[in-house]
């Protein structure tokens, strides 16, 4: 019944995760789930508030137009402008999406003809690997080694390979490794892009969640990146809005085009009052994004604290709300998450299942309380792994 395409997705390792889950929930086990990233904070409320208004003004209630409200972009532009310092023009470069996700999975079909290669990081946000298959295109596995900090070793990839490649998939701070990158690695970025006639799509939905003083790079802030680029937002982490489905991309016109295109045939633009929703979100005062920055670095140094005194190897990443730690040897990281959901009620995801330079870690979500994280790492000491 299915197209080949479909068959040709890798299985969904999550699917089965829950399945796990389910059963051990049954058995009345508390469990802790640190496998999905979906903060468990609420909207703030001036968010929630606007976004109510909105609703009720039926100016809202038609079709929205296919590129967003200009004055949604208007705000991106802006935020851009006052956090990293970039000059975006609102009316041709800048995007209104239904979600970042939206945009990712959309971008192989403007830009991938059928045998195209696109260059995709393992391990990954399985998006851009699976974009690309259902486009009937390639992806090419670039690897994410903890030797080379988990960025991509441009030089090593195969020369008729970056000759055929059409598109690189790039996302800093990283989901699943937490690694981030400085400025020069963009750079390096660039010149690749500019050399092999390359697109960059880089994906920052963690921009904002920084700690410590790290501030992430904007790859649109790097010199030549909007001549090979866009780079796509979200409102989702940044806000606690992953539930509303907004975001944006920023960058190259004539590649933001190329994207729009394809959306004209797909979707019918994002909701208005969900984009009124999103200018008050980036036009608004920014503490709500303080104080969310400041719980997930409270919970990172609990679990950190605690797993490292558990015996297991953990480095502190300086954003994102993930944990990417090395399983204890003799395990496979499918085997040491079930052995944590069997023995602990605990719920981390396998490393294996973001690519399989992935194997040997396993991501832990900071999405609980520190009540929780205090409570799981207990119940890790507990294992004596
Ligand atoms: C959460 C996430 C997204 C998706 O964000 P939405 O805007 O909610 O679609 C994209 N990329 C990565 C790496 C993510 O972790």
């Avoid at 990233?37 to 609703?55: F, K, R, S």
């Avoid at 100016?59 to 975006?88: C, D, I």
């Avoid at 990712?104 to 045998?115: E, K, N, Q, W, Y």
Wanted: with cysteine; charged share 25%.
């Amino acid at each position: 019944m299915y197209a080949k395409r479909i068959k040709s997705l890798p299985p969904y390792l999550f699917a089965e995760i829950d399945e796990r889950k389910r059963e051990v929930e049954k058995k009345g086990v508390d469990i802790i789930d640190l496998g999905i990233g979906d903060p468990d904070l609420p909207t703030p409320p001036h968010i929630v508030e606007a976004a109510c208004n909105a609703a009720k003004d039926p100016s809202n209630h038609r079709y929205p137009s296919y590129e967003g409200m200009l004055s949604f972009r208007e705000a991106v532009a802006a935020w851009y402008k006052q956090t990293k310092h970039v000059t975006v023009d609102p009316e041709d470069e800048v995007l209104t999406l239904i979600g970042s996700k939206e945009g990712i999975a959309h971008s192989p079909f403007a830009f991938l003809d059928p045998g195209d290669i696109a260059l995709v990081p393992d391990p990954a946000y399985p998006v851009y690997n699976n974009a690309t298959v259902l486009a009937d295109a390639t992806p090419y596995p670039v690897p994410l080694t903890e030797e080379h900090e988990f960025k991509p070793d441009l030089e090593s990839i195969d020369g008729e390979v970056a000759k055929k490649a059409k598109i690189l998939f790039l996302s800093y701070p990283n989901n699943p490794t937490a690694a981030t990158v400085e400025r020069s690695f963009f750079k390096e970025v660039v010149d690749f892009a500019h050399d092999h006639d390359i697109i960059v799509l880089h994906d920052n939905p963690y921009s904002e969640l920084t700690f410590d003083g790290y501030e992430a790079p904007s790859f649109m802030a790097v010199k030549g990146a909007k001549e090979v680029g866009v780079e796509f937002g979200s409102l989702s982490k940044t806000y606690n809005m992953t539930g509303w489905r907004i975001g944006f991309a920023v960058g190259n016109a004539e590649i933001l085009n190329g994207l729009r295109l394809v959306k004209t045939n797909v979707d019918s633009g994002t909701f208005q009052a969900v984009q009124i929703a999103g200018i008050a979100a980036l036009t608004g005062s920014q503490d709500c994004v303080k104080r969310n920055v400041a719980i997930y670095r409270e919970r990172r140094d609990i679990l950190v604290d605690g797993l490292s005194s558990a015996g297991m190897e953990v480095k502190k990443p300086k954003a994102t709300f993930y944990l990417w730690v090395k399983v204890p040897s003799g395990f496979s990281s499918i085997r040491f998450s079930m052995s944590l959901l069997e023995r602990a009620g605990i719920v981390v995801t396998p490393g294996v299942g973001f690519g399989k330079y992935g194997e040997g870690f396993v991501r832990f979500a900071l999405c609980v309380s520190a009540e929780r994280l205090k409570e799981a790492c207990e119940r890790i000491k507990g294992l004596n792994v």
